[in-house]
Each structure stands twice: as structure tokens, then as C-alpha cells.
């Protein structure tokens, strides 16, 4: 076992999540009987299941999406297909306590259906109970080659200002994603008896360190600096995955929204940053890129913001200054988030990625380590005042 390692080996057609329903053909076919009469293609070509082309398509590690189009479909505005994702549960939520209702899926489908309509997003046709129907788009993940294309980049960043702009109905609560990494940290430590672990495979930066003291002190930590800090609606997984290149238009639309709540802009630019110019799968490579790309994508999205409020850039909170060193925090946060939900892991995701405590708490020194050492680089550039 590579104790230095923290490289997830898996194709990324493999981020599927369950098995897939034997009568899904049927499914498919009752809800566009139910969502999509009022379209005349829809009505005047899908008669039975033979009409339709279903299949199955990467979900990422959540859901169920499933492709449906029309086999003799003419492309009309792109109305010949759609996708139908069936909600598997949350890798990632609130406990529910005394007493209180499960509201997560209510908050998806209002999110969902205002991206819709503010154009962020894929075009909503139906909600479900169990799931939503949505427009399909042929696209690729923004990946390097679109890192390094400046259109590109700055529609991105409009698009990312405008979502952060959007006042969604849902709890304002800030410190949603803190409590639930805190919690789940704390109890998968016990839970995987990390302490046990780290002495067995002699894991430096977790024996050196007392872990648990040192998130605490994080959470004590961002909660002061999120209260300094301007409240915004975060997608939170804002990677390459989640963003769409429409073939042929080049236009951008930003998908699964299901772990978004209110935060801080730093958290979604150092998901977006920690990305740049690698594999989204290799963790071995998790840090930000230089000051100099940083600074050039926040700049963009400082113009971006000026194109939905004007005299954003003026304000002193919202200095390229102050956006990067929200984001350097930001990138601090993701690889508590990442910890996070390691350590909280009970089973296999997907079938590809098996669940091994021993792994899990490889991993997590790999990432404390990365934690530590840019905890000190931001002490020293003077961000962080400890």
C-alpha cells in the first residue's frame, strides 16, 4: 500500500452510482407522457417505449441521469432529447434533529427551477418526487484546453457572478457547510479509529499533529472569517464536472446544484482554481495555481459582477485584493470539505472505489499535510493572523 499516494484509479465513465432499474425503458416513457405532451415533437413522435432512445450517462457519484431522446427526432431547436435524473441519497447533508423535516430535496427543486429560468442552468420540464427532467445539451466538462481560452474564462466568470448574485429563497445560513464538515470529522475519526490507524501505517502528519484540535481551530477560525466576509449563494462543487461547453455555440450552463447554499465567494473560485491544469481525478496535485492566474480569472469575475451591479469594483470588499486572499481561504476550506467527506464514508460510492478505512486515513494525512503546509504559507504572506 503507497502510503504517499492519494491517486483515485478510475475512468471517468466509471462515476456512475447503482444499478440500473430493469423497467427504466417504462419509467422514461410515463413521465414524457406526463411532462412533455405540451412539446409537438414529443406528442407526434413518442407513441410507445419504442420510440425513445434511453440510456444511461454519467451522474457523477449521486445521482442517476439517464439520456432520453427521440429516435426519429429532427432536432428542432434541440427539443429532441432530454435527461431524467432519478436522486439517490446525499453523500453530503444536515442531520435531521428534533424533529425537523428533510428539506434538501425542497431546496434542489427551488434552486433548480430558478437557475432555469435566470439561464444558468439546463431548462426545467418536470419536476418529480424522486428526481427532475431537464433539457439535454451535447457538451464537454471545462477542462484545461477551456482554462486557457480567455472568452471562455471570462463568460465563465460573468457566470459565476451571476450566480452568486441570485437571492434563492432558502435558509441564509452561511454556516451550512462548516456544520457538517465539523460534524462529520469528528465522528469519522472515531468511527475509523484514524488515531489507531495513523500509529499502524506510521502516518507522520497525523501523529505529529493533534488533527482534531487543528479542526476546531478551523472551525473557530471560519466562522470569524466568514462574518468579515460578504454572504453570497454558492454552488459549492464548482469544478470542470459541473460546468457545460455547449458544442457548437460555445456557450456555458452550470449543472448539479444539489450541494449549493450560502457561503463565501472564495469557496467556489478555489474549487473552480485547484483545478487548473490537471486531472480533476488526481488528488496527488490539489494546490491553487499561481498569484498571476488567480488574480487574471478574479479579474474577470470582478467584471462580471460590474456588468450586474454596477460600482462593484469600487467597493473596498470587493478589491482583487480581498477576493484573493477570500480565495486562498477558500482553497483552506475545500481540503477540510475533502477530509470531510472522506472521513465520513461508510461504503463504496461507486463500485470502481472501495470502501477501505485503511485508505481513508492515507488519504486524509495526504490532505492534512496539504492543509498544514498552506495554512503556513498563508500565516506567513499574513492572511491568516495566528
Request: with cysteine; hydrophobic share 35%.
Amino acid at each position: 500500500m503507497n502510503l504517499k499516494s492519494y491517486k483515485i484509479n478510475i475512468n471517468p465513465n466509471d462515476l456512475i452510482r447503482g444499478k440500473t432499474p430493469d423497467d427504466i425503458n417504462e419509467r422514461c416513457f410515463k413521465l414524457v407522457q406526463i411532462y412533455m405532451t405540451n412539446n409537438d415533437q414529443w406528442k407526434r413522435l413518442c407513441k410507445t417505449t419504442n420510440d425513445l432512445n434511453v440510456r444511461r450517462i454519467t451522474g457523477g457519484m449521486t445521482n442517476q441521469l439517464y439520456y432520453v431522446g427521440l429516435k426519429n427526432g429532427i432536432n428542432e431547436i434541440d427539443n429532441d432529447a432530454i435527461t431524467i435524473k432519478f436522486y439517490q441519497s446525499k453523500h453530503f447533508k444536515k442531520d435531521i434533529i428534533n424533529g425537523d423535516t428533510d428539506d434538501e430535496r425542497l431546496n434542489d427543486t427551488i434552486i433548480s427551477i430558478i437557475i432555469s429560468e435566470q439561464g444558468i442552468g439546463p431548462k426545467v420540464f418536470g419536476i418529480l418526487s424522486d428526481g427532475i427532467i431537464q433539457s439535454y445539451h451535447e457538451h464537454e466538462q471545462f477542462r484545461p484546453k477551456h482554462q486557457h481560452n480567455d472568452r471562455l474564462l471570462k463568460k465563465l466568470a460573468y457566470l459565476l457572478a451571476k450566480l452568486n448574485n441570485l437571492d434563492i429563497p432558502i435558509a441564509k445560513d452561511k454556516f451550512y457547510l462548516i456544520d457538517i464538515l465539523t460534524s462529520y470529522i469528528h465522528e469519522g475519526y472515531r468511527h475509523h479509529d484514524v488515531s489507531s490507524l495513523a500509529k499502524e501505517f506510521n502516518l507522520r502528519y497525523l501523529l505529529e499533529n493533534d488533527f482534531l484540535a487543528e479542526m476546531d481551530w478551523f472551525d473557530s477560525f471560519i466562522r470569524y472569517y466568514l462574518d468579515q466576509c460578504p454572504m453570497v449563494f454558492n454552488h459549492n462543487d464548482f469544478r470542470g464536472n459541473n460546468i457545460m461547453v455547449l458544442k457548437d455555440s460555445d456557450e456555458i450552463l452550470l449543472c448539479d446544484f444539489e450541494y449549493s447554499s450560502y457561503g463565501f465567494r472564495g469557496y467556489d473560485l478555489a474549487s473552480f482554481l485547484m483545478e487548473w491544469d490537471r486531472n480533476f481525478l488526481n488528488f496527488e496535485d490539489t494546490s491553487l495555481p499561481s498569484d498571476d492566474v488567480v488574480e487574471k480569472f478574479i479579474q474577470f469575475y470582478i467584471e462580471g459582477w460590474e456588468q450586474i451591479d454596477p460600482g462593484y469594483s469600487t467597493r473596498e470588499e470587493n478589491s482583487c485584493q480581498k477576493i484573493m486572499n477570500e480565495t486562498k481561504i477558500g482553497y483552506l476550506f475545500v481540503l477540510i470539505h475533502i477530509m470531510g467527506v472522506t472521513l465520513h464514508q461508510k461504503e463504496e460510492i461507486i463500485a470502481s472505489l472501495q470502501f477501505d478505512p485503511k485508505k481513508i486515513s492515507i488519504g486524509v494525512n495526504f490532505m492534512f499535510k496539504r492543509y498544514l503546509d498552506f495554512k503556513n504559507l498563508l500565516i506567513e504572506e499574513k492572511i491568516i493572523d495566528y
